[in-house]
């Protein structure tokens, strides 16, 4: 991870392809696990290694968004202030991201006066453009402490499943959303929030104090999403590139459009963030004095206050950030996100954006996740279920390994599962056989047999035209790696890589390398070498987004010189030269150890077998009350539509009788008549 202060800050160059990459700001409130690695940071540092490789001027921004009711609630529940909570899981983030090698430029932290600047200003500039509006709203107040409070704030009983403990905004023993307070009026629906509350809390009470709140109003400000509906519509359409998003990330904006924009509240009563500024006209500093703003519209303004704390250091009034993002000409933009994130991205601070009417450098890029399961269940840090990012070493097993199979099990289309048994088998099939194999055979031979330099390969005629076919095909995949990459379709991208290395596996296997052929044809068997030591050379830069340290380890091996990540580059089209004859190479080693079978069975033990057990039990359990449930009303609708059926049929059986009769009494009459 780079220090901001190491090294100049690297600036958009004009006339080259600028790449402005985040990865979702992770709360500091909590450890990660493996889904939230890989559903952001890992995913963001595979594309910015790789645009580096290419040679594009790349920027990676990130850091711990600090603020909000969560960071309030969990410091409450540590019994420290929100400052020292921060600082620790900031702390936290930091040594996680470190070991599993993310290369941000910048991993820095919310609550800065950059963060305060920036968030102020484009709240001003919405204000002034009439993109802001008050409200009033009806919300729990504590007599005791003489407060609003935020629904997180409120506990109490879940009217709807009556479990204690549930609170104001949701209860974890039904999974209900729920207010506060019974609603006295659809105040969820006026106050433009985009929740729907299904029951409230019964006998609430102050998570701070244990008063009874109060009913009381209170004004609050709304981001006009409405009034910029069309605009938002228009650069989705037009000027975003948003069909070459990530399709869920498609689909979760389309929605938001098609169900409309509403005004969203963006203030809470809080003293935990960025406080609204005074002095604007028609903005009452009474009101709004003990008000901060929503996580969610300040958050997203982290990346460009963090992307100034890099470009500008200590100096508040610097505008070296803005040439970053306020430069749509020379910069795109590619976020990196959990599906949950998506509508702040898509939609939220893009409106923000175009609100302000500034010249805003807006994403071009989503590129979104799916979840990632554990061994059939979920991830919980409360039960000890999953591994989390500081657990992941406690294996001993290598970060490239943990790189490699979180990244080929990246849930981009739909959820994926982590399991040990295929961890295991990934490090001893995938890595093992295919590229270890490839990179050892090629590297003992030349190291053994030919004095552990490179030999001579130019001079081979190549009549059959096999080096030459291998040197295309090679190519092709090349080429699909490369668009895969750029289309951020990174599980794809990794197993074109391991393609690469079959295709070196099946050159020595074809020609079999051996001292035989070292014998009868010491031409073709120097080509053979130098062939695949270059082919190795292409997978130590195509493997280096993915796996940087066994992309090091090969480039060492191969007698590279030099250090650091400028060794490592994606070329457009593969030369098959950059090892040239005459090269010492270095001491063959293997690159990745075989782990025992059993290993799986024990992992999945520490790591919250007994729980996961319990766990899929409960699930099993709902699931089959579901079913029971579904069947019980099915077999209802059946008897109704039987019951339905019997009673048509004896209304039919019964007109006749009924006409015979109307016909009879008719006919009597009739005669009485005559």
């Not at 899981?89 to 070991?99: E, K, Q, V």
């Not at 069309?230 to 498609?250: H, P, T």
């Not at 009452?284 to 958050?299: G, I, L, R, T």
């Not at 190291?447 to 130019?458: F, M, Q, R, S």
């Amino acid at each position: 991870m780079s220090d901001a202060t190491s090294k100049p800050s690297l600036l958009p160059q004009q006339g080259k392809q600028n790449i402005l990459i985040t990865s979702a700001l992770p709360y500091a409130n909590n450890v990660p696990h493996l889904g939230n690695i890989i559903g952001s940071v890992l995913s963001a540092d595979v594309f910015a290694r790789f645009c580096r490789a290419r040679g594009f001027p790349t920027l990676y921004v990130c850091g711990t968004d600090e603020y909000g009711t969560a960071t309030e609630t969990q410091a409450l529940a540590e019994g420290v202030d929100p400052v020292t909570l921060c600082t620790k899981y900031n702390a936290i983030h930091r040594d996680i991201y470190a070991w599993f090698k993310i290369d941000f430029d910048i991993f820095g932290r919310t609550p800065t006066p950059q963060h305060t600047e920036i968030v102020q200003a484009m709240f001003t500039r919405l204000w002034e453009n009439g993109f802001i509006e008050q409200r009033e709203t009806e919300q729990a107040y504590c007599p005791a402490h003489s407060s609003f409070l935020a629904d997180r704030y409120v506990e109490g009983e879940c009217s709807l499943c009556h479990a204690n403990g549930a609170r104001g905004d949701q209860c974890d023993a039904c999974g209900n959303l729920l207010d506060p307070l019974e609603p006295a009026e659809d105040t969820k629906a006026e106050s433009g929030e985009d929740r729907k509350a299904t029951g409230w809390l019964l006998n609430p009470r102050c998570k701070l104090d244990g008063a009874t709140p109060e009913r009381r109003r209170t004004k609050h400000l709304y981001l006009r999403l409405d009034a910029l509906q069309s605009e938002v519509k228009s650069w989705l359409d037009d000027g975003s590139n948003s069909k070459d998003w990530s399709s869920n990330a498609i689909a979760i904006t389309q929605s938001w459009i098609t169900d409309g924009l509403k005004p969203r509240s963006i203030t809470r009563d809080l003293k935990w963030g960025v406080p609204v500024p005074t002095g604007l006209p028609g903005l009452s500093a009474e009101d709004y004095d003990k008000k901060v703003f929503y996580v969610w519209f300040d958050a997203c303004i982290g990346y460009p206050s963090i992307t100034k704390c890099y470009t500008d250091k200590d100096d508040t009034t610097g505008k070296n950030w803005e040439r970053w993002w306020k430069n749509p000409e020379d910069v795109s933009l590619y976020q990196f996100m959990g599906k949950d994130n998506v509508p702040f991205h898509s939609i939220i601070f893009p409106a923000s954006q175009l609100g302000t009417r500034e010249n805003w450098t807006k994403v071009t890029r989503l590129s979104t996740t799916e979840y990632l399961n554990y061994e059939g269940g979920k991830f919980s840090k409360s039960k000890g279920v999953g591994v989390f990012g500081n657990s992941a070493k406690d294996t001993g097993v290598s970060v490239d390994v943990w790189r490699y199979y979180l990244l080929s099990r990246r849930p981009e289309t739909g959820d994926s599962e982590f399991s040990w048994r295929e961890f295991v088998d990934a490090n001893n099939n995938d890595l093992l056989k295919n590229l270890g194999n490839f990179c050892n055979r090629v590297l003992k031979f030349c190291h053994a047999k030919l004095n552990a330099v490179v030999p001579d390969y130019t001079t081979y005629k190549d009549s059959d035209s096999a080096l030459k076919q291998c040197k295309e095909e090679v190519n092709s995949l090349l080429q699909t790696y490369i668009a895969n990459l750029k289309a951020t379709k990174l599980r794809a991208g990794l197993s074109t890589v391991m393609s690469i290395s079959a295709v070196g596996n099946k050159l020595l296997q074809d020609n079999k390398l051996s001292n035989q052929l070292l014998s009868d044809d010491p031409d073709r068997c120097n080509a053979v070498v130098g062939f695949a030591l270059n082919q190795l050379h292409l997978i130590a830069g195509i493997l280096f987004p993915y796996m940087p340290g066994t992309s090091d380890a090969i480039l060492e091996q191969l007698g590279v010189q030099g250090s650091g990540n400028e060794r490592f580059n994606i070329p457009d089209s593969w030369t098959n030269d950059a090892i040239p004859p005459g090269q010492a190479i270095g001491e063959p080693k293997l690159l990745f150890s075989a782990i025992p079978a059993e290993k799986a069975d024990e992992w999945r033990e520490a790591f919250g077998g007994e729980e996961l057990r319990k766990q899929k039990a409960i699930e099993l359990e709902k699931a089959a009350a579901k079913k029971a449930a579904k069947e019980k009303e099915k077999e209802k609708k059946r008897q109704k539509k039987l019951a339905q059926a019997s009673g048509a049929k004896a209304d039919a059986s019964k007109a006749p009788t009924e006409q015979l009769q109307n016909l009879t009494v008719a006919d009597d009459a009739g005669s009485k008549v005559a």
